[in-house]
Structures are given as structure tokens and as C-alpha cells.
């Protein structure tokens, strides 16, 4: 039977079908994460009591919800009420929600199992998971490697099938680059179609709520669940959701392939260069057509990034002070206490960050740095508006090398930025964006994601190209040896 | 050497709304500590702020009432320091596109610059014991009107008269309740000297905890003697902040939260900007009420007050009110006027508006004389009776029927040769003495105007 | 771009943040962000004459909500959460003005 191995889809239809209950959906996949995850640890905190309760409450209840039944993993930067909430960190050891994030009250409206809390870099900052205070996450096809960040706890549990589909959060490429890396599909919604309302924010112009999933088809399913205009986001647009799943198997005859020349780069590793190439060529056998386009403000996009994204956190972590909730270390006087307490409470990562995005808005640097990156920000909008006049959908890379060893790049953070190169200008523009498997590395064998870009709320072309290239490739229905 | 002084003040006033700026929260004051927050005003993590509407157009209505400019698309900032006071460690403020530019507030003589209007979230309330202070968050994410004047007060009464006259100016709009004790409108000043005739402003000194508009007062009559004094010794004035004590008279050098701030200003990522229309303008307009110096002048030119009675008249809005309804289509608005400020706040006394109306118009008919007015009035004033009935009931009715009247005169002059000889023989006077009689045989009932001009035509025939 | 990335007071910087850093830290973040710096000045290559900054990623306007009082959260969850209570308030270290 393996239920723990199945998709959202086969599921549910079991599930309506009466062949299968989801106590046992439930269990089947709280008896693999028993089995797997102190050599994977995607989780931080599990109840397989309550996640058992839910199921029951779903076997109980009505079976016609899109959901019912599902268990999900919840990236630990989204509030689910009564639930720790520590995205990650020391500063929130011993924080519980007093709220559900918007996304969490329509899982809930949908049916779904609420499963239990994935690890992720310390306040989503980093592409590894080994920012995480509470220890790195492991990638599935291979132990000593990271599943990717911020969101590598979910990637992995998905991945590695302990949880049939999880949310993340995509700021820089946070959902995408973990499930390239881990061979899930991964989607960062449109800026605005999902709402943020109980999202820990990092950037607030950037970030976004997103699945991870086995197949394009659940992405699909899950997305229009949690996508929508929310009244408690004033960032949250108001236009309805389309059914994500009608047009899914159109296909790609007719629609353009934009293939950026900035995102062939020298220094690429070569297996996946190919491998990207190779479901290029795939595509236009299934009918695209293949166009070069150009993102002239490619160069940039990492030094925008990091000064918008970080001026942005530097204002949302200052709310972690010790006063109204999370850790306190006491101090002589209100200053120092603030002083320990974010000290002790930051891990090095989120301290850089916060010193540089301060760094960037503070009188007399504002301008140059803050500001510029504002405006350079405005180019690279514009730059993908200019292409997708020529082409529909965008394809590329999503990572520039497959999963690194544990370690490997802690010490130098710049290198850890380049890691987001080709997700980061997404974010930027507020575009959308997919990860899917196109192929693995040959010794070891690791996963290669393929990234498609699509303009604001084209989510179902991009869809639609994706599900055309998974029919169509095997790299779906491998399994990690775990 | 002679020195003026320069102040400009900083007012904060508290809008009138049902809930904050950013959360439904009611804003309500009074409440049990941390009983009116939610995650939002708290600042919790992962919240979002939602803008509150009429938080907007209050602060737009409040420019229009000391003629702003109303900006026709505005922005929101955060302002970045650490306070306990500071749910999220920035306050969300507007920093260069406030909803409104320019304006002014007029007292006597003089119109007083305004700088800007901008709206902003207020922080919540430190208590402080021995060792520690204690939070209390329900006045945090309270919308706030920031009003920054420019520095044209050149007095402590400037300063008095600019706040009373902003204060009235906010109540009459409806904004604010502007009850400083309840922390309702806050106001800081910044106050220089420089030798007369100086073109260049002195150092200017900020000073903080002023609780009442006469402390505003006070203080700066302690401040500009301070600073002059110690520039003539020499002294410098360094900018600084100070706290005003109002038991001890004095200012005291503040021990500052920080060092100079610096806010970081940038633009506010969770909210998005506001635009005004030409439509939305309009109809905030028509919402405007009349200011109490536009309705004195416009008492005067439309009843033909004087400056004075309008100027009683207007000092409280229900009593204007009342005046206006009493008025409302009487050829004598002036008498109506008497006798709305023959008593104090009539407009709380039983008396009817249009009962005065016609306690005048039965005047003016003859209907009575004016000393039974007077006790009509009374009447009035003590049941809310209409004049009509109480003249009805009472038998007041002059009598004016000329056939009564000439009766009763050719017996006065009948039974009064004396009066009569004298009044012949050119003593006007002695024609009082008949209308006397005249009053006496009707008992009191006859309208002594009518009755003077009949014993006159009367005397003249014969 | 600014003269001297170099010259970068990593004191103030922590202070404005309120970071308590190690003498430890303080070099290596110091050094870090001079590299991260000097990184990012490549953006001074650009052209951005008449270019207007990004605020927002979407272009929305008057998002405004209507004035309604909601009910407030029970404040037995709020003070159960925070590091220290008393008397209803969150308690901090005496404030000195």
C-alpha cells in the first residue's frame, strides 16, 4: 500500500472512494517519519496525537473537502494556534501562536491534516537549513548534504515522503532551490496571491507563502487552496482565483520558451546544465517554441536583493526584544536588556543580515545603498515585462549547482548568496515561479531542479508547462534510498 | 540687547474613532490593562496592518478645517527606534508625503502658521515602579494626528491662544475630544530666542510634558526668560530637550531616550498608499461644519447682530443652535437675540426655540406689553409652556379693540379735567397720568401705546 | 556610492540595532560586511536617472478598512506568553527618561 509514498491526488480519490480512511493516511505517514527522521530531521515538533485527532475528526466528516484527510507539514514560520511559532530560533524558544496565519485557516477550511512543524533557516534567512538554531536538516538522497533553505525542513519531509505535501515561504528562492535540490515540485505564488497575514515576515515586499509537492497536479490543488485576496493583508490582491486545475493538461503546443542568455553562466556545474538543456529540448519536442530572451539586469539582481531584503528584516526582527514575548536575558537597564537578548537570541546569519540592512538605511547611506537598489529593483521588473512580450513562460536553472556537503559553504556567505542567483530576481520582480525535477546528477546521484518563470498570476500557463514536462519525464516517480 | 522669541509647537491629537489605526480594536480609554489588544497592536510575529478609513478621512477633514492642502496621494513610513512603549520597534508614521500640507489657525489678529498634518499609530503607556515599568499596550496602534506649526508664535499667549483656538477648531469637527488630562491632544514646543531683528532662528530647545494648554503657558514663560537670561550671561543655548515641571516652574534638561535619532526612514512595505479624488475631496467638504469665527461673522451679516451678542452666541455650538431655530423666520432677530441670552444656556431650560419667536412676534403685535413679556417668559422659563397659552391662560391679552379703548379714554378725560387742563396747557407729561387711568379702568388690560396715541386724538378734538 | 566602506563604526551599527556583539563578532562582521559591501557597490554602474524606486510589488492603492471595534484577544493568553508579567503589564526594567 506504501499510503506515505502516494500523491495529494491518489489519495483523495482513495479517501472519497471509502478505500482507505485517513487514520491511516495519518498513521502511515507518522509510522515513516518514526522511521526516518532522526537520520533526515526535517521535523521540530510533531504531535501524532493531535495530527491522529484531526484525521479522525476528517473520517468523521465530510470527504467532498479538496483536502480532507491530507496530513501537510507546516514550515515553521507560519502561526497555527496553540502551536510553538520559532521560525528557526532561540528568540522564539518557548514562544507559542496565539493566531492562525490566514494560509492555515483554509488548510483547516479544506480538511486538511495539519501534520507538525518543518525545520527552516533561523527567520528564513539562508539556503541551506544550517542557520537553523536547532540543527540542519538532512537531503534525502544524501545524508551529508543540505536539503537546501530556508525552507529545507519541508522540502525534505516531502521529499522523503514524511509528509504527502508541506508549505514554505519563497523570499529569494526559499521553496524553489530546496526543491530543486530535493527533487519536490516547489511554487512561489505571484507577490499578493497568497496572503501573508501570519507569515513571519523577513522581507515583506518579497516574501510569499508556496507549496511543496510530489506532483504538479497536487501544487496545483494545493495553491488554489490557500491562494486569494485576504482582508487582513493590505498587500493581498483583489481578483479572483482561477481553477488551477482546468487548463493543467493543455499542453504546450503554441506557447514560447523564453531562454534567458544571462542564465547560462560560466562556472555552472555541467551536469546540470544539461540537464537543463536536455528538458529544454524535451519541451520543444512536446510543442514549445524555443526563444532567447534577455534579463540585462541579471548582474544585479543578488546586491538588490541583499540590501531591499535585509533594510526590510532589519525593521521586522526589531519586534524581538524580549518584551512582549519569545526569550529574555535580563539586563541593568531596558538597553542592555534589548542588547543581550538579541545577541544571545540571533544566530550569526540573521545578526549579519540585520548589521547590513540597518547598515543600508541608516542617514548618509540610505541613498546609496537602500534607495539605488530600489530603483535598480524597477529595472529588473522591467526587465522581465520586456520579455514576457516575447515569450510566455521562462526557463532556466534554479540552482546553479546541486545540494552542497554540510559545511561546505557556512563560512562564506557570499558564496551562500550566489546560491539564489537564479531565483532571487523573481522575488524582486514579484513575478511566479516553479521548481520540477528534470534529472539527477550521476555520482551521486542528486537531484536537478528545472525552474520556470512565469509574469504576475500566470500560475496556470506555468502550471501547465510544468504538468506537459512531468507527464512526459521520468524523474517524478524516483524515490530517495532512505 | 532685546529678544524675541520663536515657537512652533508639535500637537498630537487622538482621533475620535470606534477602533486603532491598524486592528479592530476598540480605542475606548478606561479599560483594564492589555484588555483592548489583539496580535496586530501587540506586534506580534507575522501581523499585518490594515488601514482604518475614517482614521483617513478625519485627518483630511481636520486639513480642510485649517485650509490645507490635501495631499492627492500620500505614503507611510516606518520611523525605526527600540522603546518598551513600541510594539513592533517602529512606528508607522508618514514621513514626505503626509495627507496634508500648509494651513493655518487664526486667533485674534493673526493667522499662525501650520506646517503639516500627518497621521500615525500612537505607542502604548509605561507605568513606572521602583525597579521595574510595566506595559500596558491599549493605547498602542491608537490613530494619531501629528499637526506641526511653523514657528510663528512669538509668545506664550500666541502659544494659548493658537492651542485654544485648535482645540475648538478639532471639537467642532468632530475629530477629537481633545480632553488633554486624558492624554487626548499632547503638545511639545520648540522655543529659541534671537535679538530682535535677527533674521537667523536662535538654538531652538524642545520641551516635553506640558498637561494642560495654561501649562503650555506657563512654561513658556519660565523658558523664555531662561534662555534669554542665560544668553546674557553669555551662556550658549545647546539644543536640547527639556521637561517642564509644572510643580517646581521650571524646565529640566531630560536625560534623552537616545542619542540623535536616526529614524531610517523608508517606505512602509505592508501598506499601500492612499489617493485623494477630486470626488472624495467634495464630498469631505460637505461634510465640513462652521467653524465658530465663520458663523460669528455670518450671525452678524445674516441677523444683523452685533460682534458682541454674536460673539455670546457662538461660544457654544447648541447655543448658536438654538438661537438660529428661534430666529428661524422672525422679521426681529435682534429681540429674539435679547431674550436667548436673558438667561444662561437657555438651550438647557425648557424653553422651546420657537416659542421665542413668538413671545417676540406677540410683542411686536401689541399682543402684550413688554413688561408682561417679561413675565411670560418667566412662565416659560419654568413650565416650557408656549407663550400662547400661558397669555391665554393668564388673560394677559391687551386690550387693543378700539371701540373699548375709546370708551375707556372718554371716561379718563371725563373724569380728569385736571390732567386734561394741564396737558392742554402744554404739559405733555400730564397725558401719562390719563393713560394711568386708562390702564386702571381695563385693568391693566389696555395697550398703553394705542391708548397714549387715542387720548391724544382724542384731546386734540375736543 | 560612498567614499569609504571601509570606515564602517560596526559600535554604531550594532548599537542602532541593538545588538550585543563579542569582540569576536564584531571583527568578523565588521570584515563581512566591508566584503558584502564592496559587493554590492557594482549597483553604482547603473543608470538609474529618471528611475523610480520599487515600493511596493503590487500596484495597489486605498486599501482601506472600515472603522469597526472587533473583540480584543484575552489578555491571559498574551501576559502567558511574555517573558515577565505583573499586574496585567508587561514588565521591563525601570525605564529612565
Redesign the interface.
Known amino acids: 500500500m506504501s499510503l506515505h509514498t502516494q500523491t495529494i491526488i491518489e489519495l483523495r480519490d482513495q479517501l472519497r472512494r471509502g478505500e482507505v480512511s485517513a487514520r491511516e493516511v495519518t498513521q502511515a505517514v507518522l509510522d515513516r517519519i518514526q522511521a526516518v527522521d532522526d537520520r533526515l530531521k526535517a521535523y521540530l515538533w510533531l504531535n501524532p496525537d493531535d495530527a491522529l485527532a484531526q484525521a479522525d475528526a476528517s473520517d468523521r466528516g465530510r470527504k467532498d473537502q479538496p483536502l480532507a484527510g491530507i496530513p501537510i507539514a507546516i514550515k515553521d514560520v507560519l502561526n497555527v494556534i496553540g502551536q510553538p511559532c520559532t521560525c528557526g530560533s532561540k528568540i522564539l524558544h518557548g514562544h507559542t501562536a496565539v493566531y492562525d496565519a490566514t494560509v492555515i485557516r483554509q488548510l483547516r477550511a479544506a480538511g486538511a491534516v495539519l501534520l507538525g512543524r518543518t525545520n527552516m533557516d533561523e527567520f528564513a534567512m539562508g539556503s541551506s537549513t544550517e542557520n537553523s538554531s536547532w540543527g540542519v536538516t538532512r537531503n534525502p538522497w544524501d545524508l551529508e548534504r543540505i536539503p537546501g533553505g530556508s525552507s529545507g525542513g519541508s522540502a525534505a519531509a516531502v521529499a522523503g515522503h514524511e509528509a504527502i505535501a508541506a508549505l514554505g515561504s519563497d523570499t529569494g528562492g526559499s521553496i524553489r532551490q530546496p526543491a530543486a535540490l530535493t527533487s519536490c515540485v516547489g511554487l512561489k505564488p505571484t507577490y499578493g496571491l497568497v496572503s501573508r497575514f501570519g507569515l513571519v515576515a523577513f522581507a515583506s515586499s518579497l516574501d510569499q507563502v508556496g507549496p511543496f509537492t510530489k506532483t504538479v497536479a497536487d501544487a496545483a490543488l494545493l495553491l488554489g487552496v490557500i491562494a486569494g485576496h485576504d482582508p487582513l493583508d493590505s498587500t493581498s490582491v483583489p481578483a479572483p482565483v482561477p481553477d488551477y486545475q482546468e487548463k493543467l493538461n493543455a499542453g504546450v503546443r503554441g506557447l514560447r520558451i523564453g531562454l534567458p542568455k544571462e542564465y547560462f553562466i560560466p562556472g555552472m556545474d555541467r551536469e546540470v546544465e544539461a540537464a537543463v538543456r536536455a528538458a529544454i529540448r524535451q519541451l520543444t519536442h512536446l510543442g514549445a517554441e524555443v526563444v532567447e530572451i534577455s534579463l540585462p539586469h541579471t548582474d544585479y539582481a543578488v546586491a538588490v536583493y541583499y540590501l531591499i531584503a535585509t533594510a526590510e528584516a532589519s525593521a521586522n526582527l526589531a519586534r524581538f526584544d524580549g518584551v512582549r514575548y519569545g526569550a529574555r536575558v535580563r539586563g541593568a537597564d531596558v538597553l542592555e536588556t534589548y542588547a543581550k537578548t538579541r545577541g544571545a537570541g540571533f544566530g550569526p546569519e540573521v545578526k549579519r543580515r540585520i548589521i547590513l540592512g540597518t547598515y543600508a538605511l541608516s542617514a548618509g547611506y540610505h541613498d546609496a545603498y537602500y534607495l539605488r537598489a530600489q530603483k535598480v529593483r524597477t529595472l529588473i521588473r522591467r526587465d522581465f515585462e520586456q520579455a514576457f512580450q516575447k515569450c510566455d513562460v521562462i526557463v532556466a536553472p534554479t540552482t546553479p549547482t546541486p545540494a552542497f556537503k554540510i559545511g561546505e559553504r557556512v563560512d562564506d556567505p557570499l558564496q551562500m548568496y550566489l546560491c539564489d542567483i537564479f531565483t532571487i530576481s523573481v522575488n524582486l520582480a514579484g513575478n511566479c515561479g516553479l521548481s520540477l525535477p528534470c534529472g539527477f546528477t550521476a555520482q551521486p546521484k542528486l537531484p536537478i531542479g528545472l525552474q520556470l518563470i512565469g509574469p504576475a498570476f500566470a500560475e496556470p500557463t506555468l502550471l501547465r508547462v510544468a504538468q506537459a514536462y512531468e507527464q512526459a519525464t521520468p524523474w517524478h516517480t524516483e524515490r530517495p534510498a532512505l | 540687547m532685546n529678544y524675541e522669541a520663536v515657537i512652533g509647537l508639535e500637537v498630537h491629537v487622538q482621533l475620535r474613532?470606534?477602533?486603532k489605526l491598524f486592528?479592530?480594536?476598540?480605542?475606548e480609554s478606561g479599560a483594564?490593562?492589555?484588555?483592548?489588544?489583539?496580535?496586530i497592536c501587540?506586534?506580534?510575529?507575522?501581523?499585518?496592518?490594515?488601514?482604518?478609513?475614517?482614521?483617513?478621512r478625519k485627518t483630511i477633514l481636520s486639513g480642510l478645517l485649517i485650509g490645507c492642502t490635501i495631499n492627492r496621494y500620500s505614503?507611510w513610513d516606518?520611523k525605526?527606534y527600540?522603546?518598551?512603549d513600541m510594539?513592533?520597534?517602529?512606528q508607522v508614521s508618514q514621513y514626505d508625503l503626509p495627507l496634508c500640507l500648509g494651513g493655518a489657525v487664526q486667533i485674534a489678529g493673526k493667522k499662525l502658521g501650520v506646517t503639516r498634518i500627518h497621521l500615525e499609530e500612537d505607542v502604548a503607556k509605561?507605568?513606572?515602579?521602583?525597579?521595574?515599568?510595566?506595559?500596558?499596550?491599549n493605547r498602542a496602534g491608537t490613530p494619531l494626528m501629528e499637526i506641526v506649526s511653523e514657528p510663528d508664535m512669538r509668545s506664550s499667549e500666541d502659544a494659548f491662544a493658537y492651542l485654544t483656538a485648535l482645540k475648538e477648531i478639532l471639537i467642532t469637527g468632530g475629530v477629537s475630544d481633545c480632553d488633554m488630562e486624558k492624554g487626548q491632544l499632547r503638545c511639545d514646543c520648540n522655543v529659541s530666542v534671537r535679538p530682535v531683528g535677527q533674521a537667523q532662528f536662535g538654538e531652538k530647545v524642545e520641551i516635553k510634558n506640558m498637561n494642560s494648554i495654561s501649562g503650555v503657558r506657563r512654561a513658556l514663560d519660565y523658558e523664555i526668560p531662561r534662555q534669554i537670561a542665560a544668553l546674557g550671561r553669555g551662556e550658549k543655548i545647546f539644543q536640547e530637550t527639556r521637561?517642564w515641571d509644572d510643580d517646581a516652574g521650571k524646565t529640566f534638561v531630560?536625560?534623552?531616550?537616545e542619542y540623535a535619532h536616526?529614524y531610517?526612514?523608508?517606505?512602509e512595505?505592508?501598506?499601500?498608499?492612499?489617493?485623494v479624488s477630486d470626488a472624495q475631496l467634495a464630498e469631505i467638504r460637505q461634510q465640513l461644519p462652521e467653524l465658530p469665527e465663520a458663523k460669528r461673522q455670518r450671525l452678524v451679516s445674516q441677523y444683523g447682530l452685533s460682534e458682541y451678542d454674536a460673539g455670546v452666541l457662538v461660544a457654544t455650538a447648541a447655543l448658536a443652535q438654538f438661537f438660529e431655530r428661534a430666529a428661524a423666520g422672525s422679521p426681529n432677530a435682534k429681540a429674539v437675540a435679547n431674550w436667548v441670552m436673558a438667561v444662561a444656556e437657555i438651550h438647557l431650560s425648557p424653553v422651546q426655540p420657537q416659542h421665542l419667536r413668538e413671545l417676540v412676534a406677540a410683542i411686536d403685535a401689541g399682543q402684550i406689553s413688554g413688561k408682561q413679556g417679561k413675565d411670560v417668559f418667566a412662565v416659560m422659563l419654568a413650565t416650557g409652556q408656549g407663550p400662547a397659552r400661558i397669555i391665554q391662560e393668564k388673560g394677559l391679552a391687551q386690550v387693543s379693540d378700539p371701540g373699548a379703548l375709546e370708551g375707556f379714554c372718554s371716561q379718563a378725560i371725563a373724569g380728569n379735567a385736571k390732567s386734561v387742563a394741564a396737558f392742554k396747557a402744554g404739559n405733555l407729561g400730564a397725558l401719562n397720568a390719563l393713560v394711568g387711568q386708562v390702564m386702571k379702568l381695563s385693568k391693566g388690560k389696555a395697550n398703553p401705546q394705542l391708548v397714549s396715541e387715542m387720548l391724544a386724538k382724542q384731546l386734540r378734538n375736543t | 556610492m560612498p567614499e569609504d566602506p571601509n570606515q564602517i563604526n560596526i559600535d554604531h551599527v550594532a548599537h542602532l540595532a541593538r545588538l550585543e556583539l563579542t569582540d569576536a563578532e564584531k571583527n568578523k562582521f565588521a570584515a563581512q560586511l566591508k566584503d558584502m559591501l564592496a559587493y554590492v557597490a557594482k549597483l553604482g554602474e547603473v543608470d538609474v536617472t529618471g528611475v523610480e524606486p520599487t515600493a511596493h510589488a503590487v500596484p495597489l492603492t486605498n486599501v482601506l478598512r472600515p472603522d469597526e471595534a472587533r473583540p480584543s484577544i484575552d489578555p491571559a493568553l498574551v501576559l502567558k506568553n511574555a517573558p515577565e508579567s505583573a499586574r496585567g503589564l508587561f514588565i521591563m526594567p525601570k525605564i529612565v527618561e
Open positions: 474613532t470606534n477602533s486592528c479592530g480594536c476598540a480605542t483594564e490593562p492589555n484588555t483592548r489588544v489583539c496580535p501587540l506586534g506580534y510575529p507575522g501581523v499585518l496592518p490594515v488601514m482604518n478609513a475614517e482614521a483617513v505614503k516606518r525605526n527600540f522603546y518598551p510594539p513592533k520597534n517602529y509605561s507605568f513606572h515602579f521602583a525597579t521595574t515599568s510595566g506595559v500596558d499596550f521637561r531630560m536625560r534623552t531616550k536616526d531610517r526612514y523608508f517606505p512595505p505592508d501598506l499601500m498608499p492612499v489617493t
